[in-house]
């Protein structure tokens, strides 16, 4: 079993792309906190779903400092997988959400 990430080690602090290696398979994944970035992966994702005709499906997942009695921690990070392309998106550092995204979570 191999696993490798390859870290394409972005010039700008808005984002940066990884590929990782799983068994046979490839996974294209965008790490980001702009807004900017993430309608640009959402386009190119219902982009790409337009051309193959096939329902899109989409894996989530949403992390978080557990909460407690006193303090309501907010989702640091959530996480869109669509085939072998991954966003990886850190809401906690982002200055707002896009209605793009929320559109697309919407739907």
């Known amino acids: 079993m191999t696993i490798t990430i390859q870290n394409y080690q972005s010039q700008r602090d808005t984002h940066n792309l990884y590929e990782v290696n799983f068994f046979e398979d490839i996974i294209h994944t965008l ?45 640091a990070t959530l996480q869109l997988c669509v085939g072998l392309r991954c966003l990886i998106y850190q809401l906690i550092h982002s200055p707002y959400v896009s209605s793009l995204f929320i559109n697309f979570l919407s739907n």
């Open 31 to 75: 790490l980001t906190h702009d807004p900017n970035m993430v309608s640009q992966w959402l386009s190119d994702i219902e982009s790409l779903n337009n051309h193959s005709g096939n329902r899109l499906i989409v894996g989530l997942d949403i992390e978080w400092r557990p909460n407690n009695q006193y303090y309501k921690n907010p989702v």
